[in-house]
């Protein structure tokens, strides 16, 4: 488990990270959301040892993880800025990390080379930046360790090679029980592999919160009434948000769903369905009930 404890950051006079609690559980995906400066890289850098907090601590497994080779041999960090030795190729690539991490799976780097069409001899700098995002993404995972941290590693990708990744990381979630942590300043990017989401604004933590359960307890509505309806007609459930459109109901509330199809039916209609919510629209909900803009924040 990684537990991050009032962990803050300064740059000269510039606050990149302010004073984040957060534990990000194994066996689970966790996606960190934030707008471009709003510390994403500045808390990944941390968690990988990279950079030292000026206040607080992380550790993994209660170990602290700055300056520490053994914990450090626990994860790899697949940086936003893509950076490779001077003319080195994947291949020596591949034996510079054999060195570093002991489970490292040869075997398994050379097929995914093959499936992904990438040249093992040829040097990394020709290389797109799509392409070279592949080869660390399979370098992360041939390194078979506990904890995969991405920055934007999905950004640069096609589509096809980015649901590959996302079925990689998911097979050893399932095999060995892979902890990614994925930043991302895109929402959709995340939607379909993340258990629990973080959000991140002007360096703090703003939600932090279990998909699921944030899927469980707020629901869409969608319904046409015999009547007339305003929002204060529903005053006795939580609205976040009401709106209309000709005859259709839009109505976004808090609860159970049991409870607020009970509610709802209780109300004479012509159409009634609840809908799934997206995750774009579950943070405008949480977000907006908050004081906040998530299309401001993110987007």
């Known amino acids: ?7 803050t950051k300064y740059f000269d006079d510039i606050k990149a990270i302010d004073d984040v609690t957060a534990v990000i559980k194994e066996g689970s995906v966790f996606g960190l959301i934030g707008s471009n400066g709003a510390g994403k890289s500045t808390f990944l ?22 300056e520490n080779i053994k914990v450090k041999e626990r994860f790899f960090y697949i940086s936003d800025e893509q950076y ?26 050379d097929s995914l080379m093959k499936g992904f069409n990438l040249d093992e001899n040829r040097k990394i700098n020709t290389f797109s930046k799509g392409m070279k995002k592949q080869v660390s993404v ?15 590693t999905f950004d640069g990708l096609d589509p096809v090679v980015r649901q590959a990744v996302k079925s990689i990381f998911a097979g050893d979630m399932e095999d060995r029980g892979l902890t990614p942590v994925i930043a991302s300043h895109n929402l959709r990017e995340l939607e379909d592999i993340c258990d629990h989401i973080g959000l991140l604004h002007r360096g703090g933590i703003l939600l932090s919160k279990d998909l699921e359960d944030m899927k469980l307890g707020i ?19 939580e609205i976040l948000s009401f709106e209309k459109r000709g005859s259709l109901y839009t109505i976004t509330a808090r609860g159970k769903r049991e409870e607020l199809t009970l509610r709802i039916q209780k109300e004479e209609t012509i ?3 609840l809908l799934p919510l997206s995750l774009e629209e579950i943070f405008i909900s949480e977000t907006e009930v908050r004081g906040y803009d998530i299309k401001k924040l993110i987007f």
């Open 45 to 66: 850098r941390m968690l990988s040892g990279v950079i030292k907090p000026d206040r607080g601590e992380i550790t993994i497994d209660g170990e602290n993880v700055f």
């Open 1 to 7: 488990m990684i537990s991050a404890k009032n962990v």
């Open 271 to 273: 159409f009634f369905e």
């Open 138 to 152: 399979i370098c992360a995972v041939s390194s078979m360790t506990d904890y995969i941290f991405c920055d934007e």
């Open 219 to 237: 629901h869409k509505i969608q319904c046409v009434f015999t009547q007339s309806k305003t929002r204060e007609d529903f005053s006795d459930i």
């Open 84 to 109: 490779f030795f001077p003319n080195t190729t994947p291949k020596a690539l591949k034996e510079y990390y054999k060195n570093i991490y002991k489970n490292f799976d040869s075997k398994r780097f």
